[in-house]
């Protein structure tokens, strides 16, 4: 139901410092500047569905994504609802049931590496580098990481 072209498109949700996660949208191609739209959604099965509460808007103030705190994530499928209206006439749904773990649609953006320690000797001319791996919302096995290190001379 609703107007062609009106659905939100390109939504990318991004997770961020473990447990924070932002759901960003473009407004629809035929999407007129009194549209707005409505992000809906569930973590998992056992929960209930709940309205974002804190809206990204764009400079119409029409929403274009939702920011969540204290998200918990593991491999489950979560449900994402983006509805709206314009001049009181419904606009297409947006509708996505999908792994919150996967590569359609949510990414995480790690945290550097922790606790780097450097030990250098001058007798030896070599250096030990140490660190622990990232915190992160679902990678449980430090052998899932792969680092690159750069050395400059100063």
Request: glycine fraction near 4%; charge should be positive.
């Amino acid at each position: 139901a609703g107007m062609n072209g009106t659905a939100i498109e390109n939504f990318v949700c991004v997770i961020f410092n473990v447990s924070f996660m932002n759901c960003t949208w473009h407004v629809g191609r035929t999407a007129t500047e009194d549209t707005q739209y409505f992000l809906y959604w569930r973590p998992s099965k056992k929960e209930d569905i709940t309205e974002c509460q804190n809206y990204i808007k764009d400079n119409c103030g029409r929403h274009t994504g939702c920011r969540f705190q204290n998200v918990t994530i593991e491999n489950k499928n979560a449900y994402f609802l983006v509805n709206g209206s314009r001049s009181g006439q419904n606009i297409q749904s947006y509708e996505k049931n999908i792994p919150l773990i996967s590569d359609y649609i949510i990414v995480e953006k790690l945290t550097p590496p922790l606790n780097v320690t450097v030990n250098c000797t001058e007798a030896s001319h070599r250096c030990s580098i140490q660190w622990q791996p990232p915190r992160t919302s679902h990678v449980k096995k430090s052998s899932c990481f792969q680092y690159e290190i750069v050395i400059e001379k100063k």
